[in-house]
T-cell receptor, first 111, second 113 residues
Framework: QKEVEQNSGPLSVPEGAIASLNCTYS??????FFWYRQYSGKSPELIMS??SNGDKEDGRFTAQLNKASQYVSLLIRDSQPSDSATYLC???????????WGAGTKLIIKP | DAGVIQSPRHEVTEMGQEVTLRCKPI?????LFWYRQTMMRGLELLIY????????DSGMPEDRFSAKMPNASFSTLKIQPSEPRDSAVYFC???????????FGPGTRLLVL
């Protein structure tokens, strides 16, 4: 079983709708959770980090963490074509600055 | 403020040749990571350094790969000899201790013919 799992997609969402991206992890002692966005041919860039159970909002983005269910999600409201990218979930499970990465979900926002 | 700098951005070489990738982390960051990304395997951690010391190199594929960090502002990843299966995008990332957020360089796109 992979340590961090994501649906590879592609996930197709109409413009203006809410895009929901999901990630599960296997290590219960995980402490830190990150969502990175990667445009085609570019490097990953951080969108959100979350450390506590519940929701964390930043503009159109909301990260949700449920440690009991070992589940972290990213919601993108009012999706724009510019949100089309691959979204990578990363988890710190060892408290030594290593991140365990999911394979990424490709998101396509249709105009 | 300059981000993580990598060179070269693109490298095309022939099988058997030595390849050296270079990275300059963000000033003040004391952890540096080398990753490889392919369509098949996604983003893989090869090795990471903390305060210029290699902490975990378990991701290095084999003895053909080596990495050094002679000082806080420079690291190299060397492949010798290179093989076609080494073709990938190689990213360098750095982080400031305690913050965990990793900042990525633009990557080196390597093609081994």
């Amino acid at each position: 079983q992979k340590e961090v799992e994501q649906n590879s997609g592609p996930l197709s969402v109409p413009e203006g709708a809410i895009a929901s991206l999901n990630c599960t992890y296997s290590d219960r002692v995980s402490q830190s959770f990150f969502w990175y966005r990667q445009y085609s041919g570019k490097s990953p860039e951080l969108i959100m980090s979350i450390y506590s159970n519940g929701d964390k909002e930043d503009g159109r983005f909301t990260a949700q963490l449920n440690k009991a269910s070992q589940y972290v999600s990213l919601l993108i409201r009012d999706s724009q074509p510019s949100d089309s990218a691959t979204y990578l979930c990363a988890v710190n499970t060892r408290s030594n600055y290593q991140l365990i990465w999911g394979a990424g979900t490709k998101l396509i926002i249709k105009p | 403020d300059a981000g993580v700098i990598q060179s070269p951005r693109h490298e095309v070489t022939e099988m058997g040749q030595e390849v050296t990738l270079r990275c300059k982390p963000i000033s003040g960051h004391n952890s540096l990571f080398w990753y490889r990304q392919t369509m098949m395997r996604g983003l893989e951690l090869l090795i990471y350094f903390n305060n210029n010391v290699p902490i975990d190199d378990s991701g290095m594929p084999e003895d053909r790969f080596s990495a050094k960090m002679p000082n806080a502002s420079f690291s190299t990843l060397k492949i010798q000899p290179s093989e076609p299966r080494d073709s990938a995008v190689y990213f360098c990332a750095s982080t400031d201790r305690g913050l965990e957020t990793q900042y990525f360089g633009p990557g080196t796109r390597l093609l081994v013919l």
